[in-house]
């Protein structure tokens, strides 16, 4: 049984920084997996934030979070982390790491959900 446990939200004022972390469980390799992070503000639908190909490393962003966002892994540990910084209250929200052999930006094709892991960006 895979299991995701994504850490490290919390509050933080606007323009500080946070790194969260998802934490695979339940299968010896996750090589052939990609991983993607998304977001749920308040309201909105759910928005994707980046992916990193477990094997690969390679990563992609959104647009509107390249070079805020940074995504990384720890093979060794089975970890992805996903940094944040120069945070804006708009990055309020709700963050989901997943499991899946999509790239998509839409939150499709994705095999397992964290539970997520609440961010609060105060102004």
């Known amino acids: 049984q895979v299991q995701l446990v994504e850490s490290g939200g919390g509050l933080v004022q606007a323009g500080g920084s946070l790194r969260l972390s998802c934490a695979a469980s339940?299968?010896?390799?996750?090589?052939?997996?990609?991983m993607r992070w998304f977001r749920q503000a308040p309201g909105k639908e759910r928005e994707f934030v980046g992916a990193i190909g477990w094997s690969s490393g390679t990563t992609v962003y959104a647009d509107s979070l390249r070079g805020r966002f940074t995504i990384s892994r720890d093979g060794a540990k089975n970890t992805v982390s996903l940094q944040m910084s120069s945070l804006k209250p708009d990055d309020t929200a709700v963050y989901y790491c997943?499991?899946?052999?999509?790239?998509?930006?839409?939150?499709?094709?994705?095999?397992?959900w964290g539970k997520g892991t609440l961010v609060t960006v105060s102004s």
């Open positions: 339940g299968r010896t390799t996750f090589s052939r997996y990609i």
């Open positions: 997943t499991l899946g052999r999509s790239w998509a930006y839409r939150p499709e094709g994705v095999d397992y």
